[in-house]
């Protein structure tokens, strides 16, 4: 079993940044590959980015591609991800979800999940 929680949510002004952070518990998390997702309201919960492990391969949807970066820390079983110059499409619920497949970036391919964390950009 992987336990995630996220945190580092919140409101800000679109052209801001914001960092979020999920910390791991359980199984060993070097061997896991993370992702992070959104869901906004109203609509599907969508890939944002993943860092695989191993080489630490990243993948990002290309609305967030520039923007976002993904990064892990292995020994404080924690994987971030930075989200600089914010608009307001990318506000959503934040989650944070954990997987032994590699480079995965489908929502089908992660078994543990984060409950999420809100963020919000206003304009």
């Known amino acids: 079993q992987v336990q995630l929680v996220e945190s580092g949510g919140g409101l800000v002004q679109a052209g801001d940044s914001l960092a979020l952070s999920c910390a791991g518990s359980?199984?060993?998390?070097?061997?896991?590959?993370l992702g992070w997702f959104r869901q906004a309201p109203g609509k599907e919960r969508e890939f944002v980015t993943t860092?695989?492990?191993?080489?630490?391969?990243?993948d990002y949807a290309d609305s967030v591609k520039g923007r976002f970066t993904i990064s892990r820390d292995n020994a404080k079983n924690t994987v971030y991800v930075q989200m600089d110059s914010l608009k307001p499409a990318d506000t959503a619920v934040y989650y944070c979800?954990?997987?032994?497949?590699?480079?995965?970036?489908?929502?089908?391919?992660?078994?543990?999940w984060g409950q999420g964390t809100q963020v919000t950009v206003s304009s």
């Open positions: 979800a954990a997987t032994s497949k590699y480079r995965a970036t489908s929502s089908g391919d992660y078994v543990y």
């Open positions: 860092i695989s492990w191993g080489d630490g391969s990243t």
């Open positions: 359980g199984r060993t998390f070097k061997s896991l590959t």
